[in-house]
C-alpha cells in the first residue's frame, strides 16, 4: 500500500464491447462468428474485454455487492473465522494485508515497469495488498485430483448462513455461464473447435472471488488497494464496482487506461493460463486497483448507508487443476523459444506456484 501525492492519469474509455446475445441465439450465424472474431481479437489486442450477457442484469450484481459490503463491514475477528490459511487461502475469506503482489520481486515484472512510459507507469506500492477477498468455490468438483488443496469445500459465514450459499451461487453461476460463453466465442475466433477451452475448464477450481476495501480507512486519493500485478487463471469476469479504479495496461503496455464498465455489463480479463495455451498471442493483462479523484467523487456523491467498502464482484475461471497446460499444437506457434517459455506443467502445479509467489501458499 502506498500514498502518492501527484498519481498519473490514466486515458478513460470502453473497452471493446462484446455481445454474447449473438452468440447464444445463433452461433453458427455469421454475425455470432464475426463478433467472435471480435472477442478473439480484443482478448489479443487489449488483454481484456467488455461482455454483454442479456442474462445478466445490473440488480443482480447489486444484491451480490449488497451482501458483500455487510460481510466485510463486520469486525475483524469475527471475519477472521472464515479463514482457511492450510488450503493457501483457496476458500473463505482472505484478510487485508496477506496477498504480496509478486512484481516488486520479480525481475520481469519490474522490467515491463521500466520500459512503461514514465506518465503511464502504475503507482509506485510496497507490501502487501490492502484488500480482503472472499473465495467460494463454483462448479462440479473434480471426482478425483492430485490437487485436493485447490478443490476444498466451500465456507459459510455463520452470521449469512441463511442467504449466502444462495446468493453466491446465483451470482457465481451467472458469471460462470457468462464467462464460459464468451470462452466458446474466444474459441471459435481463434479458429479452433469451440468447446477447446470449456472442455479444459471442466472440473476446474473456479471461484466466485469478490475483492473488498475498506475506504474508510483507504480513502485517500494515492492509495493502492490491489498492485500492479496479473491473474494467475484462464480468465477473470467482474460485475461493475459502486467505485471506480481499476487500471489496466493493453498488450504493449505503454498506454494505462482507467477502465469504465457499462451498467448491465461485464469486464473481463484474460489470465496467464490462456497466455499459456496461445504461446504469449494472448497476454496476461497487467492490472492495479487505485483510490484516485474518480473513487473520492463517488464516495462524496453517496447517498445511502450502505457500508463504504470498495466491492470488485470477480470471478476466477480456471483450467483442470489436472490438465496439462502448454500452447495449443495446430494453431499457435510452438517454435523451440515459446516452448520453453511456456513448458508443459499441470495446471495446479502452475497455480501452486503463482500462489507460493505471492505469498498465500507454501510452494
Not at 442467504?163 to 464468451?182: F, I, Q, S
Not at 500485478?229 to 505503454?254: A, C, M, Q, V
Not at 470477480?314 to 490438465?323: E, G, K, P, Y
Request: hydrophobic share 40%; glycine share 6%; proline share 7%.
Amino acid at each position: 500500500m502506498v500514498h502518492a501525492e501527484h498519481q498519473p492519469q490514466a486515458t478513460t474509455d470502453l473497452l471493446p464491447i462484446i455481445d454474447l446475445g449473438l452468440y447464444l441465439q445463433n452461433p453458427d450465424a455469421p454475425e455470432a462468428i464475426a463478433e467472435s472474431k471480435r472477442a478473439a481479437e480484443a482478448i489479443r489486442d487489449y488483454g481484456a474485454l467488455i461482455v454483454k450477457d442479456p442474462r445478466v442484469t445490473e440488480q443482480d450484481n447489486n444484491n451480490f455487492i449488497d451482501l458483500m459490503e455487510d460481510y466485510f463491514n463486520q469486525d475483524f475477528d469475527v471475519k477472521l473465522k472464515d479463514a482457511r490459511p492450510e488450503y493457501g487461502y483457496q476458500v473463505g475469506v482472505t484478510p487485508e494485508l496477506t496477498e504480496d503482489p509478486k512484481c516488486p520481486k520479480d525481475p520481469h515484472c519490474l522490467d515491463i515497469i521500466d520500459h512503461i512510459p514514465e506518465a503511464n507507469r502504475p503507482l509506485k506500492f510496497h507490501g502487501a495488498d490492502p484488500k480482503w477477498r472472499f473465495f467460494w468455490r463454483i462448479g462440479e468438483q473434480p471426482p478425483a485430483t492430485k490437487f485436493p488443496r485447490l478443490n476444498a469445500e466451500p465456507v459459510v459465514p455463520e452470521a449469512f448462513k441463511d442467504v449466502w450459499t444462495e446468493t453466491m451461487d446465483v451470482w457465481g453461476n451467472t458469471l460462470h455461464k457468462a464467462v464460459l460463453g464468451l470462452a466458446e466465442m474466444i474459441a471459435v475466433g481463434f479458429d479452433l473447435p469451440k468447446k477447446t477451452f470449456v472442455d479444459m475448464a471442466q472440473y476446474g477450481p473456479h471461484l466466485l472471488a469478490p475483492t473488498a476495501s475498506d475506504l474508510n480507512k483507504y480513502g485517500k486519493v494515492g492509495t493502492v488497494l490491489a498492485g500492479f500485478h496479473y491473474d494467475l487463471n484462464f480468465l477473470t469476469i467482474h460485475g461493475k464496482s459502486r467505485y471506480p479504479g481499476l487500471n489496466i495496461w493493453p498488450r504493449n503496455e505503454s498506454e494505462k487506461l482507467a477502465v469504465r464498465v457499462p451498467d448491465g455489463c461485464l469486464l473481463v480479463q484474460a489470465g496467464k493460463q490462456l497466455e499459456w495455451l496461445t504461446g504469449g498471442v494472448v497476454q496476461a493483462g497487467y492490472h492495479e486497483v487505485i483510490v484516485n479523484e474518480a473513487t473520492v467523487k463517488a464516495i462524496e456523491n453517496k447517498t445511502n448507508d450502505r457500508p463504504l467498502w470498495r466491492i470488485s464482484s470477480t470471478f476466477f475461471l480456471h483450467i483442470a487443476s489436472d490438465n496439462i497446460l502448454r500452447p495449443l499444437e495446430g494453431v499457435f506457434d510452438t517454435e523451440e523459444k515459446r516452448a520453453a517459455k511456456y513448458p508443459k506443467i499441470h495446471t495446479g502445479d502452475q497455480v501452486r506456484k503463482e500462489l507460493g509467489l505471492i505469498a498465500l501458499l507454501e510452494k
